[in-house]
């Protein structure tokens, strides 16, 4: 079950070395991040619109009284804790993955812009960051970077954090 996660690793100034491999957030179903994930007894987990969608299509061939269906990944028989429901529900039934929710969130959080401290105390909040002084544990934009840190810290040399230099 293990398979897959790559802890991520955060340095001292926030960049990620390594990041959690987001495949075990990915719904095998759309193969697209997890929305609203429920989870089966065996553990796979799907988007609840996902698993419904497939529980109604495996069902469709059934016998209108079948009362089970099987996991889209591993095939385990799975009954709905309440099989007399209408089979659209039966994905709504299972419990909400939290774990994943909470994973996600934390991913979006960590993908968010980087600004430019310098900049966001004069106002101006949507300047992104270029460099990062390790000594002052500062971001800086390519202007405020010679305008302030060079000035000060003639000694040290930012790192560029800019996407392809990370």
Same mark, same amino acid.
């Given at each position: 079950m293990a398979e897959g996660f790559v802890w991520e690793q955060a340095s001292v100034d926030g960049s990620r070395s390594q990041s959690l491999d987001t495949s075990v957030l990915e719904?095998?179903?759309?193969? &697209?991040?997890l929305r609203?994930? @429920?989870?089966?007894? %065996?553990l796979h987990s799907?988007?609840?619109e996902c698993l419904g969608s497939f529980i109604t299509k495996e069902s469709s061939g059934k016998m209108a009284s079948a009362s089970s269906f099987s996991c889209p990944v591993c095939r385990k028989v799975t009954e709905p804790m309440k099989p007399s429901e209408d089979k659209k529900g039966w994905a709504g039934q299972f419990p909400t993955n939290n774990l994943a929710v909470e994973m996600i969130r934390h991913l979006q959080n960590t993908n968010t812009l980087i600004t430019c401290k310098p %900049? &966001?105390? @004069?106002g101006n909040t949507n300047v992104p960051a270029k460099f990062w002084c390790h000594q002052t544990k500062s971001?800086?934009?390519a202007t405020c970077k010679i305008d302030h840190h060079d000035l000060f810290h003639e000694e040290c040399e930012p790192e560029n954090i800019t996407e392809g230099n990370k």
């Open positions: 719904c095998p179903i759309c193969l &697209e991040q609203y994930p @429920k989870f089966l007894p %065996c799907f988007c609840e %900049c &966001e105390k @004069k971001y800086f934009c």
